[in-house]
């Protein structure tokens, strides 16, 4: 019989992942609330499918009256535990971005490749503010330049799953997340 234990040993539990996105859906709030208004809403852009766990509860965190708008934008860029150097999904962004104040939402910021490259490719399309928003940020010297407005957690140079973050389309469904490999 193969065995069906989860992998890992758990980082954050649900309980802790919980409690720090409500810290960050009132702090992104009250960092936007007299800058947004019904006719130009902030848009939470989420990178999928990694972020698609996080953006939900964050979203979900955000008080009923915040004006705010969802996209989300389909990336990838991990094969394995580890980055490919390209990025498929970055052409073909939508035409909605100029003039707006964008907030990506990823679920963790490694080399910054990503983030870098699309915080670039939402400026070059007319975006008149480009924040982040990250769930973890890995503590590893960092290749590409990009600053977080946000950071859930900082963690060490570990690959984790879990909440949203997968090993190749597996373990996303994860409440908590593990660490499955100590680097
Ligand atoms: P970067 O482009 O090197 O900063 O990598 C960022 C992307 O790689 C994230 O959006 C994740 O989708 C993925 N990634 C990086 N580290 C991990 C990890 O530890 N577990 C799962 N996915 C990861
Ligand atoms: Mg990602």
Known sequence: M????????????????????????DAI??????????????ILLGLMNGALVFLSD???AMPATAHMEVHCQNLSSYKG??????????????DIFAGRHVIIVDDILDTGFTLHNMRDRLLNVGARQVDVCVLLDKKVPRTYDI???????EIPNLFVIGYGLDLDG???SLP???VIEEN
Do not use: C, M, N
């Open 176 to 178: 908590d997340i593990r």
């Open 81 to 94: 535990t580890s980055s490919t150097g390209t990025i498929r999904g970055l052409e073909s962004l939508p």
């Open 29 to 42: 709030h009250q960092s936007t609330e007299h800058v947004a208004t019904k006719a130009d809403p902030v």
């Open 58 to 60: 964050l979203l979900r």
């Open 170 to 172: 597996a373990f996303r």
């Open 147 to 153: 600053a977080p407005q946000w950071v859930g957690f």
């Open 2 to 25: 193969t065995s069906r234990t989860t992998p890992g040993r758990i980082l954050y539990s649900s309980e802790q992942i919980a409690a720090r996105v409500r810290e960050l859906a």
